[in-house]
Nanobody, 126 residues
Framework: VQLQASGGGLVQAGGSLRLSCAAS????????MNWFRQAPGKEREFVAA????????YYADSVKGRFTVSRDNAKNTVYLQMNSLKPEDTAVYYC????????????????????WGQGTLVTVSS
């Protein structure tokens, strides 16, 4: 699976962005999809997860209520709608695909993910 993330950019605090991650090369619906982010000088951290059908989601506490993950399996794309953005949301955002048990759609070990996108930069100004 090849993953291509897009939609990043510069936005003022309080604004919104929608990230997209387009998949190709395999059956997209076989994979749970996750979003991670990495700020300068910090470790990569989990943001949001969605199961293969799009019926279950999970969020980091830091984004809960502000971010929404969704997917369109017909378009082989997963989205991350980000609202009420804060300067601390500034990071490179990565999408990641997870295959295996269909009941597991988030794993804390980043090494467990099968594929990663190249990342898209989100910068939130104060």
């Amino acid at each position: 699976v090849q993953l291509q993330a897009s939609g990043g950019g510069l936005v003022q605090a309080g604004g919104s962005l929608r990230l997209s991650c387009a998949a190709s090369g395999s059956t997209f619906s076989n994979y749970a999809m996750n979003w991670f982010r990495q700020a300068p000088g910090k470790e990569r951290e989990f943001v949001a997860a969605i199961n293969w059908r799009g019926t279950s989601t999970y969020y980091a506490d830091s984004v809960k209520g502000r971010f929404t993950v969704s997917r369109d399996n017909a378009k082989n794309t997963v989205y991350l709608q980000m609202n009420s953005l804060k300067p601390e949301d500034t990071a490179v955002y990565y999408c990641a695909a997870l295959n295996g048990d269909p009941n597991i759609y988030y794993i804390s070990d980043t090494g467990a993910y099968d594929y990663w996108g190249q990342g898209t930069l989100v910068t939130v100004s104060s």
